[in-house]
């Protein structure tokens, strides 16, 4: 699964730490999701996407192609 964190936390002039903390995280796992090594939970998903304003579908882009 893609996203767009980087792209948002750029527009809203976040560092990863800064968003780290304001979902509750440690840093690592955005460095991790950033570089599309982990999927994130559904509630940290919906929390990243209310820190940006924006649906889940717009931060977390699904690959049809990432089925079973």
Not at 9 to 38: G, S
Not at 52 to 63: P, Q, R, W
């Amino acid at each position: 699964m893609n996203n767009r964190i980087k792209e948002l936390r750029a527009r809203f002039d976040l560092t990863q730490d800064e968003l780290a903390k304001k979902v509750n995280v440690r840093r690592e796992t955005i460095v991790f999701l950033e570089k599309n090594k982990y999927n994130p939970s559904l509630k940290l998903a919906y929390d990243i996407s209310r820190v940006f304003g924006v649906s889940i579908e717009e931060v977390f882009l699904f690959d049809s192609s990432d089925e079973m």
